[in-house]
């Protein structure tokens, strides 16, 4: 996942803090499951479309 994707679940999260609420990146995750699970196909591609392009795999370790 890019990482500012991963900015964009601490984003999230701090939010939720600073309302009073505690919340896990899992949780968050399994939240856009749920989401997703509503969209009807069209959006859903449009979605996936509008996503930026990564690199299918791990990154190598540096050794």
């Known amino acids: 996942m890019p990482e500012v994707e991963y900015?964009?679940?601490?984003?999230v999260k701090k939010a939720f803090l600073k309302s009073g609420v505690s919340v896990k990146k899992s949780e968050l995750l399994r939240a856009g499951?749920?989401?997703?699970?509503t969209l009807d196909l069209k959006k859903l591609n449009a979605v996936i479309s509008a996503l930026a392009p990564i690199k299918a795999g791990r990154p190598k370790?540096?050794?």
């Open 7 to 11: 900015q964009v679940l601490s984003d």
């Open 61 to 63: 370790n540096d050794k």
């Open 33 to 37: 499951v749920a989401l997703i699970k």
